[in-house]
């Protein structure tokens, strides 16, 4: 028996990367295929090489996660992908994937792409509030060829996805770690500064130097669903030295008394435009659960 990760489905077909580095055009064994709820991108199977050299799926193996909307199986890396100009970056939408990837302990890498449309002083500023937090951080610039070795190694061996605002560069930056790829490149509309989507669906891309990723616009909006408020606080790590000395064991960080993170932000010590960030994602939590 055979076993492989899936890479795509298409018109019933599953395409599958063996250990062997092949890929098979596969089919599943038994007198009903699989649905949408069965099996996604990345997901991990069994399955036989027929005579004719074509793959047959006969089981699912159990995933070490799943994230939804859109949907991709047993991720190890998301790299969260903005841009420091054209569009200009949407601050709320990285700390809220940073978030997401917290929520599912995955390794985090940032990557700022457009250097090349900013001065350095320009770029210091964006790129302050996210040293120190612990993340990877790649400066790229897809146009100058800066970065891209540096992403290449961090995508090697790893289930990695590309999230991030339409426009940012993510299939420019792919196709500069491997320029056979031809991934279409989004346009930037003038008047709004924001990219159109130029991925359709969920596939993982395999590159030649190892690691499998993902590129599809739905991930500028991962699902941040099935986590409390009161745990919000938890996938900030600039809050964890103080939300030990908060009053309250379920505080929030918003509006309780006695509050060590909000004692941290008045003095500095926790960036103004994340914590604004947080209470987004906070109240956006409180809305699912219908109250707090």
Do not use: W
Not at 98 to 113: D, H, S, T, V, Y
Not at 138 to 158: D, F, H, P, R, W
Not at 272 to 290: C, F, H, M, P, Q
Request: with cysteine; glycine share 10%.
């Amino acid at each position: 028996m055979e076993k492989g990760t899936l890479l795509k489905r298409y018109g019933g077909f599953y395409y599958v990367l063996s250990q062997n580095n092949e890929i098979y055009e596969s089919t599943y064994r038994g007198r009903h295929r699989l649905t949408q709820e069965d099996i996604y991108p990345g997901d991990y199977v069994e399955f036989k090489i027929n005579d004719e050299g074509k793959g047959i799926i006969e089981g699912v193996l159990p995933r070490k996660n799943l994230i939804t909307k859109p949907s991709v199986a047993n991720i190890t890396q998301l790299v969260c992908v903005a841009a420091f100009k054209n569009p200009n970056p949407n601050l709320y939408l990285l700390d809220r994937l940073l978030a997401i990837g917290e929520m599912n302990r995955l390794k985090i890498i940032i990557c700022f792409n457009k250097r090349d449309l900013v001065s350095h002083d320009q770029a210091e500023r964006i790129l302050e509030a996210y040293r120190g937090l612990g993340y990877g951080i790649i400066v790229t610039s897809a146009k100058q060829n800066i970065g891209i070795v540096e992403l290449e190694t961090e995508l090697s061996n790893n289930i990695s996805v590309l999230a991030g605002q339409s426009g940012v560069g993510k299939s420019s930056l792919l196709n500069g770690i491997q320029p056979g790829l031809n991934l279409k490149v989004a346009d930037i509309s003038e008047k709004l500064k924001s990219g159109r989507h130029t991925t359709r669906s969920v596939e993982l891309i395999k590159l030649s130097k190892g690691g499998l990723v993902a590129d599809t616009p739905g991930f500028s909006r991962l699902d941040i669903s099935g986590i409390s408020a009161e745990k919000i606080g938890f996938l900030f790590p600039e809050f964890l030295p103080h939300r030990e000395n908060c009053r309250f064991s379920t505080c929030t960080h918003s509006s309780e008394p006695s509050c060590a993170v909000i004692d941290a932000l008045n003095r500095g010590e926790i960036n103004k435009d994340r914590y604004t960030s947080y209470l987004a994602i906070l109240e956006e939590v409180k809305n699912e659960e219908g109250g707090y």
